[in-house]
């Protein structure tokens, strides 16, 4: 009976008005869309059919256009079947509004319900509201808002809605989706939640069927092991892989890798970065820079290459800039209480820091006890001072030379001006450093010297030779303050006009001032050893270099050795 209250909706006077102003919308929908045609395209109109209705009634008072159908009321339209508990059927406007159990079905792929429909056959577009759902295959869309334009084969919410596939759930307040294609886009407070990850942005596009987020504005991407953010790119969050685009960020921790382009899986652990690459290290206070960049979140292994260099700003305003070709950082007894790295940088490595310059083929860094060991024809700057041997280990303190061993053919020259120079030379030298500055050198074996003293205006007096087997020399604000010789010599003592042409210059004498880097755009300019300035050739070290097999299979991601 239609005083049942399950159908005293049907002759609401409102009713009538807001079916008018729905039909109105559909019009102007069907002609916003058919501008978007051709006439050869514009779908063909055909008949809303209406296949059963437990009882059909007229009210020429209320509704005078509609047939009211209550009870199993069932519609067809072309391929499409729509059940409901109730409705207004216009069938002069081939349109009908439907009430309570919703069901459209399209095939046996595309099931939608809902507790409201207006359907306008003409334009082919459902409106469905309060508890709707489109159902297709394992995606399920659910709102309160919802239309569906049949001829596009594209159904939109306005008004907040949920997609939920077999791997992720996305929200938003607004979004569509094409069953055909099994794309949706998303916009305003998108969220995507994965069991690995959650993604926030104001713009999304995303493929049920491949499961690929298409990342077209400001993204962020959090999981327990890093953070991503990005306003461009792909992803796919089956695999874990990305394609990132537009100076995107990865981070992870304290470490963050920045690149014109990123390539990131999450599975594997790693990402690499290509063009203008940044690689920081804020714990470290370290940054890597070059056009290739590549970092191992699980062994917490790095690669730099291509104008590769690595800055420490550990001190305030005044960096130390280091360039190789290859920069290579390598994590040892990861996720241990005695972890500890390795830098590796080669070859034709320059050194720039305001206080220290240097340069040599090879350096390994160590953090276990902050020595920076250097390699072939190793030369190290301090002031006025010049350090060279076969090999230099220069221990550091917040990236300020603590102290250095210079091992074999070691050589120690302070440039007082253009014509005199304090000289030393030993089998090898221990040099300690106080605020950056030479304030004590320890020389071992086979020691010569050859050096001018002063007097308390910093005249030049005379210039002394010397040979013995120890000497310790103690300066101060980078002046010779003290000598002391073990077994003691006297040496010989020269007037400054009388000094023997062979006595002026010990025999390893050079002085490299046109290779010493100038600042630190000029650490790219590689200039090497004028001929005959070379040490003399002994047995070659053999140089700890990492090969990219040993960095990639070093180390299990559980900290132990395969």
């Not at 685009?245 to 790693?270: I, P």
């Amino acid at each position: 009976m239609f005083n049942n209250k399950k159908y005293n909706h049907l002759f609401s006077g409102h009713r009538i008005l807001l079916v008018g102003i729905l039909c109105l919308f559909g019009v102007c929908v069907a002609q916003v869309r058919t501008t978007q045609k051709t006439k050869q395209n514009e779908p063909k109109k055909t008949k809303v059919y209406l296949l059963h209705s437990d009882v059909l009634k007229f009210n020429k008072e209320l509704n005078p256009d509609a047939q009211i159908l209550v009870g199993n009321v069932k519609f067809r339209h072309d391929s499409v079947y729509m059940d409901c508990d109730s409705a207004y059927f216009y069938e002069a406007k081939n349109s009908f509004e439907a009430f309570g159990n919703i069901k459209m079905q399209q095939g046996d792929t595309l099931f939608i319900y809902g507790d409201w429909l207006f359907y306008d056959g003409n334009s082919q577009i459902a409106m469905l509201r309060e508890n709707v759902r489109m159902i297709n295959r394992e995606t399920v869309l659910t709102t309160d808002s919802f239309n569906y334009d049949r001829v596009f084969n594209l159904g939109y919410f306005f008004d907040g809605g949920t997609l939920t596939d077999a791997d992720n759930v996305l929200t938003s307040d607004w979004g569509e989706y094409s069953p055909a294609t099994k794309d949706a886009v998303f916009n305003y407070d998108v969220k995507l939640v994965n069991p690995k990850f959650t993604l926030t942005s104001d713009t999304l596009r995303y493929n049920s069927q491949t499961k690929i987020a298409n990342i077209v504005g400001p993204s962020e991407i959090v999981s327990e092991a890093n953070h991503i953010y990005s306003e461009l790119g792909f992803y796919n969050t089956v695999t874990g892989k990305a394609n990132l685009l537009n100076r995107s960020v990865l981070t992870n921790g304290a470490k963050k890798l920045v690149g014109d382009s990123l390539f990131y899986d999450r599975n594997q652990g790693y990402g690499e970065a290509f063009r203008d690459v940044v690689m920081t290290d804020t714990e470290n206070k370290s940054i890597l820079t070059g056009e290739y960049g590549y970092y191992n979140e699980l062994r917490g292994d790095a690669l730099v290459t291509d104008s590769a260099v690595a800055i420490n700003y550990s001190q305030n305003n005044d960096s130390l800039y280091m360039h190789g070709d290859t920069l290579k950082m390598v994590t040892y007894n990861i996720n241990t209480d005695s972890v500890y790295r390795k830098m590796f940088v080669y070859y034709k490595v320059r050194i720039y820091k305001s206080d220290m310059q240097g340069v040599c083929d090879s350096l390994v860094f160590n953090s276990q006890d902050s020595c920076m060991t250097m390699y072939r024809d190793p030369i190290v700057w301090n002031g006025s001072q010049q350090l060279f041997g076969e090999e230099i280990r220069a221990y550091m303190n917040d990236s300020t030379i603590d102290w250095a061993h210079i091992v074999n053919q070691a050589m120690s020259i302070e440039k007082i001006d253009s014509v005199h120079y304090n000289q030393v030379s030993g089998k090898e030298m221990k040099a300690y450093f106080k605020n950056g500055d030479l304030n004590n050198l320890d020389v071992i074996g086979n020691v010569r010297v050859g050096y001018y003293p002063m007097d308390s205006d910093s005249s030049l007096i005379s210039f002394v030779s010397a040979e013995t087997s120890l000497m310790n020399l103690y300066l101060k604000q980078r002046k010779v303050e003290k000598i002391k010789m073990s077994p003691q010599t006297d040496g010989t003592t020269y007037p400054l006009l009388q000094i023997p042409a062979d006595k002026l210059y010990l025999p390893s004498f050079a002085w490299f001032d046109y290779i010493r880097p100038l600042d630190k755009n000029d650490i790219f300019v590689w200039r090497g050893k004028k001929a005959g300035q070379e040490l003399k050739k002994e047995v070659k070290r053999k140089i700890p270099l990492p090969s990219l097999k040993n960095v990639v299979k070093k180390e299990s991601p559980d900290g132990s050795n395969p």
